[in-house]
């Protein structure tokens, strides 16, 4: 049984994005067959992903959908808004909870044969990153769905690069409370 799983950076800020896991989606289940999906619900990509999921199950009724959750809080607070879909939790409530995540990104893929990503990998330090090296080595199929051009820096100037970064640090509380 095909399964495929979903990963990516909790911020998005390319356009299309939606059309593009959409597509993917379709892409897998026409080709491959595939109508079980599963992924967490931590970020814009994710919730991306589950509304997808959700929109195609119209035209391609047995579509499974699992969403893995890494705490008991998070069940209980939002049933009623997974209330459609399969739920999983890991046995990692006692792993610290910076690692519960990446924990559960790595049991998540263990049982996939696809990945769908959303992952910049020029990023230094990434769950999304790490995620998706972990399902390369174990050799899933992956599909990145991260383009160039969703970086906010695509196309601009070291001076337009440097007036963004000078804004974005006056706006930050750091720099406020700093007196920078």
Do not use: P
Request: proline share 0%; with cysteine.
């Amino acid at each position: 049984m095909s399964k495929t799983a979903f990963i990516g950076h909790r911020q998005l800020c390319g356009k299309g994005i939606y059309q593009r896991i959409e597509n993917s989606i379709e892409e897998i289940i026409l080709e491959q067959g595939c109508n079980n999906f599963t992924m967490g619900t931590y970020g814009e990509f994710d919730n991306l992903a589950l509304n997808a999921c959700r929109n195609l199950r119209k035209k391609y009724k047995d579509i499974n959908i699992e969403i893995v959750f890494t705490s008991l809080h998070k069940i209980d607070k939002y049933s009623d808004y997974y209330r459609d879909v399969s739920t999983v939790i890991y046995e990692i409530e006692d792993a610290h909870f910076k690692t519960q995540i990446t924990l559960s990104n790595r049991l998540m893929i263990d049982t996939c044969d696809t990945l769908i990503c959303y992952v910049d990998e020029k990023k230094s330090k990434s769950g999304a990153k790490t995620a998706m090296k972990y399902a390369q080595k174990i050799g899933l199929k992956i599909i990145n769905l991260w383009r160039e051009e969703d970086s906010v820096f695509f196309g601009k100037t070291k001076e337009e690069i440097d007036l963004l970064l000078k804004e974005w640090l006056l706006n930050t509380d750091i720099v406020k409370k700093s007196n920078y």
